[in-house]
């Protein structure tokens, strides 16, 4: 079910039984910072064919086979990479993530200008073959900071309950009901484990 960051905020409110929002210093805004919290959570928790909502792109130039990875803008760093596009043929190439990097100096798992590979080292974007002098990198972005508003959180619908009970998770841990907190947090990430336990890799 979809809801709204406002419902979000509202509801964790109503469920601390505080709809003057007065229990904490920083009234609403602890509120808006407890979500904010839960969604990047859940944004970094989960695995990324699971965030497609908030899967973007980036331009990247290459000189000799060899760009500046635009890190700063990626959730999870070089883990947040999903695929790219070689700019000027349109192919589709593969993303190499981390742990597999050793592979490509295997001759029949290195690049081709129809079948490209592309892995991030040491900040720097390496696409095999060299001879590509830009892609589209598309990559997972950050979620749009949560705000008091009728606007939906970037993450997807069946994300947004989770993400109210592990906003409410934080909000009694920040009203030190410890034992309440550590039990929505379990049920939670239960929740997100089995998501992950879904996906193919």
């Known amino acids: 079910m979809s809801l709204t960051n406002e419902e979000i905020i509202d509801n964790i409110a109503g469920r601390m039984r505080d709809t003057n929002y007065k229990k904490f210093l920083q009234g609403q805004d602890a509120y808006i910072a407890f979500v904010q919290r839960a969604q990047y959570a859940i944004a970094t928790y989960l695995k990324n064919q699971l965030l497609l909502d908030i899967e973007t792109s980036s331009a990247v130039t290459l000189t000799a086979g060899v760009g500046t990875a635009p890190l700063s803008s990626i959730l999870k760093g070089v ?99 410890f034992e309440a907190s550590q039990e929505l947090r379990s049920m939670v990430y239960s929740q997100l484990n089995s998501m992950n336990a879904r996906v193919k890799e």
Do not use: C
């Open 79 to 177: 883990e947040g990479v999903t695929y790219f596009k070689d700019t000027a043929r349109g192919v589709i190439g593969k993303y190499i993530i981390r742990k597999d990097i050793k592979q490509t100096e295997n001759k029949y798992l290195s690049g081709s200008k129809d079948t490209p590979i592309a892995y991030i080292l040491k900040k720097q974007l390496i696409v095999d073959p060299a001879s590509i002098a830009a892609i589209t990198l598309f990559h997972l972005g950050f979620p749009t900071a949560t705000a008091y508003n009728s606007n939906e959180p970037d993450l997807n619908g069946s994300l947004h309950q989770p993400m109210e009970d592990l906003g409410l998770s934080f909000a009694k841990l920040d009203d030190k009901q």
